[in-house]
């Protein structure tokens, strides 16, 4: 794991983001920064890679639209993008990083992308999820 878990908790302390749950182990956090409208976010050491993931909402019956418009919106994405999980039914936001020249500013670049994107895009993505 080269210490990559603990160079990610370093981090996200010191962007202060309050870490829900945590398993060294798998080297998987779970974080949270309320006041800034992320809860739930998923970041995880997965050798060469880290994955930072928040699932949105669940897709409803009109999913063409939907679709569209997500993919429409994922240009102006800084960094990660609209996606599904493996059962197409769960939309998720989720960006990767190199682990191995993985430093503070570019984790707070891609956290960032994702504050900006909700705050944005909230009330777009709500009527999205009913």
Same mark, same amino acid.
């Given at each position: 794991?080269?210490?990559?878990?603990?160079?990610?908790?370093?981090?996200?302390?010191?962007?202060?983001?309050?870490?829900?749950?945590?398993?060294?182990?798998e080297a998987v956090f779970?974080?949270?920064?309320?006041?800034?409208?992320?809860?739930?976010?998923?970041?995880?050491?997965?050798?060469?890679?880290?994955?930072?993931?928040?699932?949105?909402?669940?897709?409803?019956?009109? #999913?063409?639209?939907?679709?569209?418009? =997500?993919?429409?919106? &994922?240009? %102006?994405?800084?960094?990660?993008?609209? $996606? /599904?999980?493996?059962?197409?039914? #769960?939309?998720?936001?989720?960006?990767? =990083?190199?682990?191995? &020249?993985? %430093?503070?500013?570019?984790?707070?670049? $891609? /956290?960032?992308?994702?504050?900006?994107?909700?705050?944005?895009?909230?009330?777009?993505?709500?009527?999205?999820?009913?």
């Amino acid at each position: 794991m080269d210490n990559y878990y603990l160079k990610v908790k370093e981090y996200l302390l010191e962007l202060e983001y309050n870490i829900v749950s945590e398993n060294e182990q798998e080297a998987v956090f779970l974080i949270e920064k309320e006041d800034e409208g992320i809860t739930n976010v998923l970041v995880a050491c997965n050798e060469p890679i880290l994955i930072i993931e928040s699932h949105l909402f669940d897709l409803k019956e009109e #999913k063409c639209e939907v679709m569209k418009r =997500l993919l429409q919106i &994922n240009r %102006d994405i800084v960094h990660g993008a609209f $996606s /599904l999980d493996d059962t197409g039914k #769960k939309v998720i936001f989720r960006d990767t =990083l190199q682990l191995e &020249n993985l %430093d503070l500013n570019e984790l707070q670049g $891609s /956290l960032y992308s994702l504050i900006l994107l909700l705050s944005e895009y909230r009330n777009e993505l709500i009527k999205m999820s009913k």
